[in-house]
């Protein structure tokens, strides 16, 4: 059931951080978006129980999955960047 409410959040959480984060490098698309959203929110999950903030078996929250969206989405920006002044 975690690995589902990971999904979950992390869809929502890539929605909101494609309205947060500025730019034309982002990515379109619904399903694109729902990708790099899940992708972060599994990220915050990583990060925060290997800081420590969260037991094994606990994910990411809202707050966290979407600072972890933010930062793929700042990281595919910069691919895409540098894709296309290639």
Do not use: C, H
């Not at 929502?12 to 982002?26: D, H, M, S």
């Not at 420590?52 to 969206?69: C, P, Q, S, T």
């Amino acid at each position: 059931m975690s690995i589902i409410w990971t999904i979950i959040i992390g869809f929502i959480a890539g929605v909101i951080a494609k309205l947060v984060t500025p730019g034309r490098n982002e990515p379109s698309g619904f399903i694109l978006t729902t990708i790099l959203g899940i992708v972060g929110a599994f990220l915050a999950t990583w990060l925060g129980q290997a800081i420590g903030w969260y037991r094994a078996d606990e994910g990411a929250g809202l707050i966290g999955a979407v600072i972890g969206a933010i930062i793929v989405l700042v990281i595919w920006g910069a691919f895409q960047r540098r894709r296309s002044d290639v």
